[in-house]
């Protein structure tokens, strides 16, 4: 039967989160709840100088510390992580000089973690100061000096520009410019990084425990860098208390501790504190886009010149250089849900004596989203007309399906235009304008802002990677159970259920007798891990079409065992039976205890067993999901804090598999949209010393800061197999952006419009102070 011809029981219902039980009661197994008989722990030593020659390091005292095992520097564990395509290296601990605080320089290996920092506090460092890279105006001229002595700091650089641009924008009758700016943030998960490694000395193997998002990936790049066969590497990911791009990366930390446990012949297991996250985890965002904008009189956009420069810190993650990544991104997205015929854009990132940049949810999208609905608003503010229909002016329509922009990308269908109109409904976009204007004579200064996003899923590159497809086992028991395995890397997304639907549909049974398992390369098909929104739509793909091909085993079994056409056979209910006639069946188990036990019974060219494995490729090399977000604000212009007070988002990510998790992801994104728009920045002093280094000083969004939200969902199936679309981070794209627009409308009285984010109160009563003097 074909996969448009099911009529789902499970897929697109609202089904329970199956792992929730465990993660609830406190069962869920993480890596710190690993310990193992003799396992030791370990500590690293961090660079306190932003940039430095080291001149030496003592390790005697350290040494003599009780508990402490060892203390190694590079000269012991001389690893280096490359990144050929731009020619730097990172050495795992730093060799000669050290690049940005944070950086590892030694490792304290000791019975227990108290030791291990104890013994981090004797290791005596002597540094010869550099003078920091910083600013990344300057460091495009090498100045104050290369952060890397062998090449220049700017280690990419791109350039496009569509045929007849520079007459498009010349010919528009209006132009502003404009300079957005993101600073450095990071996804602070629940769950902060770690790893640990055991030796098997019966095998010679080494098993690996990390919390990651791409089991696989981690494998490989483990094996490359210390020069071990895979096949004698396992690497397992148990529960990971969230990733959002940042689990996804590779860090010297991981080979520190594998290398440890292979040199030690012992368990070896490093967990980081919170500091050491905010220090050493991955950064996100930190780019600057200089505007110019060419628009018609009824506010139509006709060219969009973007200077962007990225900074990207020390060393280039790789496969995934955040800056290149965060500002290719933001660029190629830049047209967002608008018809924009005439983009040029110019990129550079340069290297800085900063932490490195990564992935963090969204990657470049929200600074996208920024770029993209700012221009609109400032157009809008230009012409004295209403945002809201120079949105209309400019968004691709139905017809316009599929939509080739001029950055080269192929939308394939959405609902950008419903979806705005829909949250408009949501939020009584026109009741709202005359209570703001009622509420501004009493000195209230509500806004509403808008961001019509739009998503690219199931990307063949992302940050989980380049494997362009996924894999999914699947087996049923002799008792009629389904376990599967599939090489996704789930943090917290929901997959055990969302797979488990899927497969449950094929197969006729009830969802609750599928478990599905993950994060194990021994028993995990090969895959590429999660990120880039690709779990939904290419391992949907996969456990659809492997489904399909166990389903046709069920289907030939039945067929032979009651004598009737395999194309008159349907599974449902844990029943095989003939259509139209549901008496005359034969229970699931009972086709699986044959294929297992009673297998003379099975057709001539029937294999026994039931297993399978599949993988799947979507035809196109991306999909794209939309929506809009809008929101309700109030700026107390006093204090310059501001209050969320009503959110509404639209979603389409094409045919749902599970409403409640989708909603769960939106409620998710829009917090951290809420953290980046108005508290998270990573900040640094003129001497490259991170400012932020708890939680105390790098803030997060408290669940009083975020509101209840009204959230609706559209459906335009995308041409991948089961329809879906990725949303993972379609949130947090939108989110950002409809808050600062919103921002921006309560403070236009002021004539202020927000181009960088986080919005900080005292930022906006300097504004309104301004505009006052001004005034």
Not at 496 to 523: C, F, N, P, W, Y
Not at 666 to 685: M, N, T
Request: hydrophobic letters at 40%; proline letters at 7%.
């Amino acid at each position: 039967m074909a996969v448009d011809m099911l009529k789902p029981q499970f897929t697109g219902a609202r089904v329970t989160r199956l792992e929730d039980a465990r993660l609830l009661r406190g069962q869920a197994r993480y890596l710190d709840d690993i310990h193992l008989p003799g396992m030791l722990e370990v500590a690293f030593v961090r660079s306190t100088r932003a940039a430095a020659r080291i001149t030496g390091i003592d390790v005697q005292e350290a040494l003599r510390t009780p508990g402490v095992v060892a203390v190694l520097t590079h000269a012991d564990l001389p690893w280096e992580i490359r990144n050929d395509g731009f020619g730097v290296t990172q050495p795992v601990l730093a060799r000669d000089e050290v690049r940005f605080v944070g950086e590892p320089v030694a490792v304290v290996v000791a019975d227990s973690r108290y030791a291990a920092e104890d013994g981090v506090e004797r290791v005596k460092v002597s540094y010869d100061p550099l003078p920091p890279v910083l600013d990344m105006e300057q460091a495009l001229a090498d100045a104050p000096r290369r952060v890397h002595s062998q090449r220049a700091n700017v280690f990419f650089h791109s350039e496009h520009t569509t045929e007849g641009f520079a007459e498009a924008f010349a010919q528009a009758p209006h132009h502003l410019q404009l300079t957005f700016r993101v600073h450095r943030q990071t996804g602070v998960s629940m769950e902060t990084r770690g790893c640990a490694a055991m030796p098997d000395p019966a095998s010679g193997r080494l098993t690996v425990y990390v919390s990651h998002q791409s089991p696989h990936g981690v494998r490989a790049q483990l094996a490359r860098v210390l020069g071990i066969p895979e096949n004698e590497l396992r690497v397992i990911v148990p529960e990971v208390g969230g990733g959002f791009g940042i689990k996804a990366m590779f860090y010297p930390e991981y080979v520190v501790v594998t290398a440890l446990a292979r040199k030690l012949g012992k368990p070896v297991k490093w967990v980081s504190d919170r500091t050491e996250c905010l220090l050493s985890d991955a950064h996100g965002r930190d780019s600057v886009h200089e505007v110019a904008v060419a628009f018609t009189e009824e506010g139509r956009i006709v060219a969009v010149r973007d200077r962007v420069l990225g900074d990207n810190g020390a060393y280039p993650f790789p496969g995934f250089p955040g800056a290149v990544g965060e500002s290719n991104w933001a660029t190629n997205m830049l047209p967002g849900p608008y018809k924009i015929p005439h983009i040029s854009l110019t990129v550079d990132c340069v290297f800085s004596n900063k932490t490195p940049l990564g992935p963090y949810r969204g990657v470049g999208g929200p600074i996208g989203a920024q770029v993209q609905e700012g221009m609109v608003e400032a157009v809008a503010r230009h012409l004295g007309k209403d945002a809201m229909e120079v949105r209309r002016v400019n968004l691709i329509q139905p017809e316009d399906f599929p939509y080739r922009t001029a950055t080269g990308n192929v939308y394939d269908p959405g609902s950008y235009s419903e979806s705005l109109e829909a949250a408009l409904r949501l939020l009584d976009y026109e009741g709202f304008r005359r209570r703001q204007a009622q509420l501004r004579k009493q000195g209230r200064y509500l806004g509403f802002g808008v961001c019509v996003f739009v998503e690219p899923s199931a990307m063949a590159h992302s940050e989980a990677g380049s494997t362009p497809y996924e894999a999914a086992f699947i087996r049923m028991e002799p008792n009629g159970t389904v376990t599967a395995a599939l090489g996704l890397g789930p943090t917290g997304q929901g997959h055990e259920t969302t797979m488990a639907q899927i497969i449950a549909d094929r197969l006729g049974v009830d969802v609750k007798d599928v478990v599905v398992l993950h994060g194990d390369t021994d028993s995990a098909p090969f895959g590429g891990g999660t990120g880039g929104s690709r779990s939904g739509t290419i391992g949907g793909g996969a456990a659809i079409r492997a489904g399909e091909q166990l389903r046709a085993k069920l289907v030939k079994l039945a067929a032979h065992l009651l004598e009737a056409a395999e194309e008159d056979i349907e599974l449902a209910d844990g029943q095989a039976f003939v259509a139209g006639v549901p008496a005359r069946g034969i229970p699931v188990r009972e086709l699986a205890r044959i294929a297992y036990t009673d297998v003379n019974r099975l057709p001539a060219d029937m294999p026994p067993g039931l297993e399978v494995v599949a993988r799947y490729q979507p035809p196109a090399p991306a999909t794209y999901s939309n929506g809009t977000h809008a929101a309700i604000v109030e700026v107390d212009i006093r204090t310059g804090l501001v209050r969320v007070l009503d959110y509404a988002a639209v979603n389409d990510c094409g045919r749902l598999i599970n409403p409640l998790i989708v909603e769960g992801q939106i409620h998710g994104g829009v917090a951290q949209g809420i953290g980046s728009a108005f508290l998270e920045e990573l900040r640094y002093d003129e001497h490259g010393q991170l400012l932020t280094t708890s939680l105390m000083d790098y803030l997060l969004p408290a669940a009083t800061d975020v509101p209840r939200m009204r959230v609706q969902h559209l459906e335009t199936p995308s041409p991948s197999l089961g329809g879906f679309k990725g949303m993972g981070e379609g949130s947090l794209i939108a989110a950002p952006a409809a808050l600062a627009n919103a921002v921006s409308d309560a403070l236009a009285p002021f004539g202020v419009l927000v181009t960088e984010l986080p919005i900080r109160p005292e930022q906006i009563v300097a504004w309104v102070q301004a505009a006052g003097q001004g005034a």
